[in-house]
């Protein structure tokens, strides 16, 4: 037996990857301890060159005071991103599944099987596929988590049954892109798959992480607004409001498509990415990206700094200044703040189900924040009754 600890760094995937190791050595017979456990577990981002640094970081400080660090996930599949890494650093150059067996090989089975373990977050993320297949030129990603692959139907809502019986309220469906989950034996798409999960008994709420703005079907939307465990809440990660941009970055969708897919939902919480300061960003475009953004009501925007990967086609590339980057962000933040203050004022004096996952604060099923007094991990109704910075005041109902 072993002491252990996990940490992860970047999106959902990454956490989905490292609960799958936690999961892994919890039912292996290792014993989960806080932050210094003689085994530590570093899920790594490589998603900008900051990313990667605090990864390294991450990965030398936890083996200060462990036994053996296992460097997982993305930057570890990134050439000469660990190579200076300290001698008690194994980089496993895997993600997924392959990372949780490769470490659980390593580390050696005791045999006592802890099936029951209950992860300690209030809602689950459930991968339900790997990888992408598309080739945007900023992204480095396909590189170091291969092509789009599904996990079959039948696990994915078996694991939703096990989450739900382990209490746990809300399951969000993660995957690098999502939108191209297919099972073809077994006939489900994604919509299929989210009305099928979204029918599980005793599951409060349903979310999907993220999605391609191609995939937003009509499908798809039917779903999303007909079912009613189903979250109001989409996240599809923007990057541009410009075509000129979005072209040069190899997106496949202009801004006008982008607005009219999602124009049937513009009653949902809409959050998304964008990148600043691309190449071939100028000042007129990153005021479509504004527009957009004010236009289409996206309350939480994820404000990536354009920062030039290796291997990707625009590696060599970063023609706008740092802080002209700083400056674009700084704008859009507050954009994105203004909206947010606004979506979270016309919620005063309604109802809603909050998701307390931290002592005061919890999330609604339109996946705003609330600040409401309650217990953690409980599902209480509570009405808003004003705004402050950090989200809707709300009292218990
Ligand atoms: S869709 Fe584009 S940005 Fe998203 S993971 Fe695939 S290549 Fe990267």
């Not at 806080?34 to 640094?53: D, P, R």
């Not at 930057?75 to 001698?87: I, M, R, T, V, Y």
């Not at 599904?150 to 739900?164: D, F, P």
């Not at 691309?278 to 236009?295: C, H, I, K, Q, Y």
Request: glycine share 10%.
């Amino acid at each position: 037996m072993a002491t252990f600890s996990t940490r992860f760094l970047g999106c959902k995937v990454s956490f989905a990857d490292a609960q799958a190791i936690r999961e892994r050595l919890l039912r292996d017979g290792h014993v989960e301890v806080g932050e210094a456990g003689e085994i530590q577990v570093v899920n790594t981002c490589c998603v900008t060159h900051e990313a990667v640094s605090k990864s390294r970081q991450a990965a030398s400080r936890a083996s200060r005071s462990a036994r053996t660090v296992y460097v997982t996930g993305c930057a570890s599949n990134l050439e000469g991103a660990f190579a200076d890494a300290p001698e008690n650093v194994v980089v496993s150059g895997r993600t997924g599944d392959e990372a949780a067996a490769f470490v659980a090989g390593d580390v050696g089975a005791i045999g006592c099987v802890d099936a029951t373990h209950r992860l300690d977050r209030v809602r689950a993320f459930v991968r339900i596929q790997d990888g992408c297949s598309f080739s945007c030129g900023f992204c480095v990603i396909p590189l170091v988590r291969g092509a789009t692959r599904s996990r079959t139907a039948v696990a994915v809502l078996g694991e939703i049954r096990r989450r739900v019986a382990q209490g746990h309220r809300e399951v969000v469906l993660t995957g690098v892109n999502l939108g191209c989950f297919r099972d073809r034996e077994a006939g489900y798409t994604l919509a299929r798959l989210v009305r099928e999960a979204g029918a599980t008994p005793g599951l409060e709420r349903l979310r999907l992480s993220s999605i391609e703005v191609n995939h937003v079907t009509d499908d798809l939307v039917g779903v999303l607004t007909g079912t009613p465990t189903v979250s109001p809440h989409l996240h599809v990660p923007l990057q541009s409001g410009d075509d000129r941009v979005l072209r040069a970055m190899g997106r496949r969708y202009t801004a006008a498509q982008f607005e009219r897919r999602l124009a049937p939902l513009r009653d949902l919480n809409l959050t998304t990415d964008v990148i600043v300061g691309f190449p071939a960003e100028d000042e007129t475009a990153f005021g479509r990206t504004l527009a957009l953004v004010e236009r289409l009501g996206m309350t939480k925007v994820h404000v990536f700094p354009y920062s030039p990967r290796p291997g990707t086609r625009t590696a060599d590339d970063d023609a706008v200044p740092v802080d002209v980057k700083r400056e674009r962000g700084r704008r859009l933040r507050a954009l994105s703040d203004a909206l947010s203050r606004r979506r979270w004022a016309a919620r005063v004096g309604s109802t809603d189900r909050v998701l307390v996952d931290r002592p005061g604060r919890g999330y609604a099923d339109d996946y705003t924040p609330w600040l409401v007094d309650a217990e953690v991990g409980a599902l209480v109704t509570a009405r808003a009754v004003g705004v402050a910075d950090e989200g809707v005041v709300a009292v218990a109902a």
